[in-house]
C-alpha cells in the first residue's frame, strides 16, 4: 500500500511522560534536588527552572512533529474520484475494499480471473 504507517497520536500527557523519562532530564532532575538537599536553594531553583524550561519547548516541539505528521499521512494517502446522486463528485481515499483497491474492476478481484 502506498500510504505512511497509521499510528496511534500522542496526547500531551503521554509525551510528557515520554520526555520526562529520559535519562538526561532524570539526571538534571536528581542534580536539582542533590541542590536542594545540600541547602543551594538558589542553584538548585534555577537549574530546575531551566530543566523545565526545555523539557517545556521540548513537549511543544514533539506536538507539533505529531501534527505534521498526521497531516504528511493525510496528504500522502492515495485518492480516487467518486460520483453518485448522493455524493456529487468527490476525492475518496484509496483504501483497500475487499479483494482489491476501491478503484478495481470487480472480474480483477481474484488472480485467476485477471487472465
Known amino acids: 500500500m502506498n500510504e505512511?504507517?497509521?499510528?496511534?497520536?500522542?496526547?500531551?500527557?503521554?509525551i510528557a511522560l515520554e520526555v520526562v523519562q529520559e535519562p538526561m532530564f532524570l539526571l538534571l532532575l536528581v542534580a536539582g534536588v542533590i541542590y536542594f538537599l545540600l541547602g543551594d536553594v538558589s542553584d538548585a531553583l534555577m537549574l530546575l527552572g531551566f530543566v523545565c524550561m526545555v523539557m517545556g519547548i521540548t513537549i511543544y516541539q514533539e506536538r507539533k512533529t505529531e501534527r505534521v505528521l498526521e497531516a504528511l499521512r493525510d496528504i500522502s494517502s492515495p485518492r480516487g474520484s467518486a460520483r453518485g446522486p448522493q455524493v456529487g463528485s468527490s476525492?475518496?481515499?484509496?483504501r483497500p475494499a475487499g479483494g482489491g483497491f476501491v478503484n478495481d474492476p470487480p472480474a480483477c478481484r481474484k488472480p485467476s480471473q485477471c487472465r
Do not use: C, V, Y
Open 4 to 14: 505512511l504507517p497509521t499510528a496511534k497520536s500522542r496526547d500531551i500527557p503521554a
Open 91 to 94: 476525492r475518496i481515499r484509496g
